[in-house]
């Protein structure tokens, strides 16, 4: 690993090979945001609520819109199913984790020429959407071979909370419990986060093994087990297994609450006996949460838990040391501090220019695609998406109110122009435009001008939000979305929503 001596002299020691699998995710693009967390830094968030949190949003009266949008790009190209499925998995968990129903998704794609990666790919998100009873109420199809080898999978879920029953990852103190919710952990998704931190090889089937395997009926469980729980009032902080994890879950958890934790390995519930101690660690198996409890509520949790027919496993304990501890029963596997384990090291930003191709971008949107995805269920819909499939309003019952929801794609040249326009048009249906999630999807920022283009993007959010008054409340960034033989156009892509 290129990080090796900066870890070594950031531990005072070498560490050992347990620890360094660990910092090969947590350091991965993928986590540590290592292109983008400044540039991120410079984006408006004025209004917007808990935008370093799973899911940031706004507050409308005494309850609180929680969106976020997220990319399974790479998963896409290799395994076109379950690589949208558990995109929608993934998401649907960062909402859930703030105990917000989820109301409703979005996705916005790219294709190519490839029928089997646009077959599987909105065959996954109309599987899982349509079984977690979730509808699916804006899409935005688009077209160019630039996207044949790379698709672009960019997926939103909104959810809806009590302002004041809100959860969030940094409220973890010592003497708490760790406990690990949902699915047992298998090899599924190993090393996903630095997968996505990479250039597409040609090693499909190496790249298949660090796809995850959805199982939406497992999360509609997982869905209502933890909104009761929650209610309940019975967890302190929680924070969704993703990318890296029981790894990241737990390090987030640690970091953001200024604490430690200490994990046994042993005390996880594992659904494969052949699967190693840094595996476990890295596993991306879908439909896991962790919560944060205190030790008199692992009983009343367990029962709601079982009637569910989850499992669970209390893995480790929230300690006063801010260290990352991982033990195998009484084998210290890694001892490292949490801002180590967590904050990768500064990288050279290459802002040069060299002007990229001026590509047409074909809209695609039809019935065949569409009609697949359930838009009705849950009753809040408001229209059919024959009318502009990239356009729907939401009941807000709760707040006697309707919220607009526009998803939406520029090239990196038209980004201001995008959001100018998307606000005058909710303007025009008597909607408020209230924020932004987004998505932004580029190449390899190693090489130009694929940061010069980033860094043009940032600028533009900003600009057009300021000028709107909106706050960029949550987001994703996707980079190294390219092949050995192809590299897509680097695409932001936007959910944008409105309240009248």
């Known amino acids: 690993m290129k990080y090796k001596k900066y870890i070594t002299e950031k531990l005072n020691r070498v560490p050992n090979e347990f620890e360094m699998h660990l910092f090969s995710a947590t350091y991965s693009e993928h986590c540590g945001y290592l292109h983008s967390r400044k540039l991120l830094q410079k984006l408006p968030r004025k209004n917007a609520i808990y935008y370093n949190e799973n899911a940031g949003g706004i507050k409308i009266g005494e309850h609180a819109i929680l969106f976020k949008m997220e990319s399974h790009n790479h998963p896409c190209a290799v395994e076109p199913f379950n690589g949208a499925a558990t995109g929608i998995g993934g998401i649907v968990r960062d909402v859930l984790a703030m105990n917000a129903r989820p109301i409703a998704l979005c996705n916005s794609l790219k294709f190519g020429d490839d029928k089997r990666i646009i077959e599987g790919v909105v065959e996954g998100i109309s599987n899982?959407?349509?079984?977690?009873?979730?509808?699916?109420?804006?899409?935005?199809?688009?077209y160019n071979k630039?996207?044949?080898?790379?698709?672009?999978?960019?997926?939103t879920c909104i959810g809806i909370a009590e302002y004041s029953d809100i959860l969030t990852s940094n409220k973890a103190r010592p003497g708490l419990r760790l406990m690990l919710v949902g699915s047992a952990t298998m090899k599924d998704g190993m090393g996903g986060a630095s997968f996505a931190s990479k250039k597409l090889g040609d090693e499909k089937k190496e790249?298949?093994?660090s796809i995850q395997i959805a199982n939406p009926f497992?999360?509609?469980?997982?869905?209502e087990a933890c909104l009761e729980i929650f209610s309940k009032k019975l967890v302190v902080s929680c924070q969704d297994c993703g990318a890296a994890g029981i790894l990241s879950s737990t390090s987030e958890v640690a970091f953001k609450s200024?604490?430690?934790?200490?994990?046994d390995l042993e005390k996880i519930h594992i659904g494969d006996n052949s699967i190693k101690?840094?595996?476990?660690?890295?596993?991306?198996?879908q439909e896991r949460m962790l919560f944060v409890v205190e030790n008199t509520a692992v009983v009343a949790i367990s029962e709601i838990l079982k009637k569910f027919e989850l499992e669970y496993s209390v893995i480790g304990d929230v300690i006063k040391e801010k260290n990352y501890i991982v033990k195998q029963g009484n084998k210290t596997l890694a001892n490292i501090p949490v801002d180590v384990l967590v904050t990768p090291p500064d990288v050279s930003l290459d802002y040069s220019v060299e002007k990229s191709p001026e590509s047409k971008i074909i809209s695609i949107n039809n019935k065949s695609i569409f009609e697949r995805y359930d838009h009705t269920v849950g009753c809040r819909t408001v229209l059919p998406p024959e009318d502009n499939p990239q356009f729907n309003i939401l009941r807000i019952w709760e707040e006697n109110c309707?919220?607009?929801?526009?998803t939406f794609s520029s090239t990196v040249k038209n980004t201001y122009s995008a959001l100018l326009d998307a606000a005058n048009f909710f303007k025009s249906k008597g909607f408020k435009p209230v924020g932004i999630t987004n998505c932004l999807n580029f190449a390899n920022p190693e090489i130009p001008p694929t940061m010069y283009e980033f860094k043009e993007v940032i600028q533009a959010i900003k600009k057009a939000c300021d000028e709107i008054s909106i706050p960029v409340c949550s987001g994703n960034v996707s980079f190294y979305n390219e092949s050995s033989n192809s590299k897509?156009?680097?695409?932001?892509?936007?959910?944008m929503i409105g309240v009248r």
Request: charged share 20%.
């Open 218 to 223: 497992m999360k509609k469980k997982l869905i």
């Open 402 to 406: 309707e919220l607009g929801v526009y």
């Open 146 to 155: 630039a996207f044949t080898e790379n698709p672009l999978v960019n997926v």
């Open 488 to 495: 897509i156009i680097n695409m932001p892509t936007f959910t």
């Open 128 to 142: 899982y959407g349509n079984s977690i009873g979730v509808p699916t109420i804006s899409t935005e199809v688009l």
């Open 277 to 285: 101690d840094f595996e476990i660690m890295l596993s991306e198996t």
């Open 207 to 209: 790249d298949k093994l």
């Open 258 to 263: 200024n604490a430690g934790v200490e994990i």
